[in-house]
């Protein structure tokens, strides 16, 4: 089945360590989201690639970069991870501005 | 600017009750409309989705929303809610193709669904 896979389901990260989260695709859309979510809230985009275009939300902090080198997969580097960045990851993809299919998540856990 | 309300921030049913999640939004133009579903520690499933033509919308697990333009509105409904159905519920509307808002969706905070047995 076509599908959006994320890895790890669960990642224990030290403070300022950096992180990476992974994202693959077998749906072939063009779209890729990253979305961040923190407990009782909604999904928060933090940046999405059009094909190999990049775009950056304007609150999306410094410390968090992504990476795109091929349609399938996606990645969401966190470059010194704070008590603040413990949240679900969500990746997300969509044909041009259709609808979005989400992975299953990351939940990432700071110490 | 676009946003998404959604009124009721928790919900409680009763199983063979039947539902109905509000949700309104602003927006300029006529948007495209989701409802997605989301389990403890899961990711978002899409229920269904509006983007033009008829108004009342089917989706999957026996759910449908009508897309009300006079009210700004799409609500979810099921006739007969299932256990199994518990789950946060999120309303969103999309951007259509304009340049950096190309596919954003705008979520509302959520309805958070009970069903009592």
């Known amino acids: 089945d076509a599908m959006v896979i994320q890895n790890p389901r669960y990642q224990v990260t030290q403070f300022g360590k950096p992180v990476t989260l992974s994202c693959s695709q077998t749906l072939n859309h063009n779209v890729m989201y990253w979305y961040q979510q923190k407990s009782s809230q909604a999904p928060k985009l933090l940046f999405h690639y059009y094909d190999k275009d990049f775009n950056n939300e304007a609150d999306t902090p410094d410390n968090f970069q992504s990476r795109r080198p091929n349609t399938s997969f996606c990645f969401l580097d966190i470059r010194s991870p704070g008590l603040g960045d413990a949240a679900m990851y969500l990746c997300?993809?969509?044909?041009?501005?259709?609808?979005?299919?989400f992975g299953p998540g990351t939940r990432l856990l700071v110490l | 600017a676009q946003s998404v309300t959604q009124p009721d921030i928790h919900i409680t049913v009763s199983e063979g009750a039947s539902l109905e999640l509000r949700c309104n939004y602003s927006?300029?133009?006529?948007?495209?409309l989701f409802w997605y579903v989301q389990s403890p520690g899961q990711g978002l499933q899409l229920l269904l989705k509006y983007f033009s033509g008829d108004t009342l919308v089917q989706g999957i697990k026996g759910f449908e929303a009508e897309f009300k333009r006079s009210q700004s509105s799409f609500n979810l409904r099921k006739p007969s809610v299932h256990w199994s159905d518990a789950a946060e519920y999120f309303c969103?509307?999309?951007?259509?193709?304009?340049?950096?808002?190309?596919?954003?969706?705008?979520f509302g905070r959520g309805t958070q669904l009970t069903v009592w047995p």
């Open positions: 997300a993809t969509s044909i041009r501005d259709r609808a979005q299919y």
């Open positions: 969103a509307v999309g951007a259509k193709n304009r340049g950096s808002t190309l596919g954003r969706l705008y």
């Open positions: 927006y300029g133009a006529t948007p495209y």
